[in-house]
């Protein structure tokens, strides 16, 4: 990129005039278009450290992009500058003390990829094609949580170029008030350029999902409500409201019909989770299909990947949710009924076990003691569509929030979020998150996010 030089980096610029520039920009939300000045992919953490003191010194807006995945678009910004941090995806693995160093770039399935070779897994989403970076420093949630905990859990160690420039690794025991504040909030406090994470015994799992006909969601998800508190912590599992996807190897006479699905994994023997399902569904109506059985923990974490391709249009609202009363579970329904595209879903996680076994200051993420983890997610190819989404997905989120908690998963809010819902979201802590980010962030250089504003 000849109009453009940054000092000491040795990565790829990418400019307006570049043939790939559109590829390079483009967002894994094709609702949202963004134009930066330059797009800075980075190499290793001392690129990473040229593109910040660039960027604060040039006074440019400055984005951070990662795995990608972001919703809302957050990873990318307009006339700015964008660390792209997609080339830093190496992975590696301590089959002894099982820890896994991962930079900043990785996706779920590079992690699962490496961890799988070991019998190992770290809670982290249910996408392969989520990003590492942006799960992990929103909290993070996946099939093993109910066991092991939130991804920022499992976190034991970052590295993290700061907004002047410098490098610092923040643990428990260095720069522990960092350390807290990135296990949760978020990428307000610097660009984090490596994860140590802890991970878990996970090879082979009972897992899949049974899909229901939606004239049984109400039956289902109340039972599903009573259910999973009692279950054992090995069964991560989840309810939603969605269509049966118009493709294989889905059976063709269910395409598109709607549709109420438990999707999980059991991380142990077969056998238990054959007979601990098994306690579950003979109480059910017979189910459309039920797919679940044995296969590798890398395939129900990816088992998503092929329907929702990069280039979609997403509008995402979330929620955090307490309780889940029959009046709730009535308006659940009734909404996603009204849904505008057969990929439009509503997906409840359970919040329980061992994340409620921290306490809610021991990280920013304070919704310890939720119950499930909510999104409404309205999605289309189309993008004829995105008004229509965006009025589905509000209109749902506003005739359900009377029922939830006033804040919500950050990963899982909007750009559009008004008010102060990002406070809400963080609770107590958020004062705390304030000052810190006064000290490590004083002028608000990272702000392309669900942002915490710097107050002393």
Known sequence: ??????REFHGRLIGPSDKDYDEARALYNGMIDKRPKVIARCTDAADVMAAVNYARDNNLLLAIRGGGHNGPGLGSCDGGLVIDLSQMRSVRVDPASRDVRVDPGCTAADL??????????????????TGVSGLTLGGGTGYLTRKHGLTVDNLLEVDVVLADGSFVTASKDKHADLFWAVRGGGGNFGVVTSFLFQAHQAKMVFAGPIF???????????????????APEDLGLFVGLKSVP????????HWNKRACALIG?????????????????ETLPAPLFNWMGEMPWTAI?????????KGLQWYWKGDFVKALPDEAIDVHIANALKAPTPFCLMHLYPIDGAVQRVARDATPWSARDASFSMVIAAVSPDPRDAEALKTWGRNYWEAIHPFNLEGAYVNFMDADEAGNRVELSYGENYKRLALIKAKYDPNNLFRVNQNIKPKA
């Open 246 to 253: 118009p493709t294989d190897p889905f059976p063709k006479e």
């Open 301 to 309: 974490n990816s088992l998503f990947d092929p329907f929702f391709p």
């Open 212 to 230: 229901w006909d939606a004239k049984d969601a109400k039956q289902v998800m109340a039972m599903y409500r009573d259910f999973i508190p009692n």
């Open 112 to 129: 699962d990829h490496a961890t799988h070779a070991f019998g190992l897994a770290v809670p982290l989403g249910i996408v392969g094609s």
């Open 1 to 6: 990129m000849g109009e453009f030089a940054i």
């Open 265 to 281: 994994a059991f991380n142990g023997p077969t056998i238990e989770g054959q007979k601990l399902m098994a306690s579950l569904l």
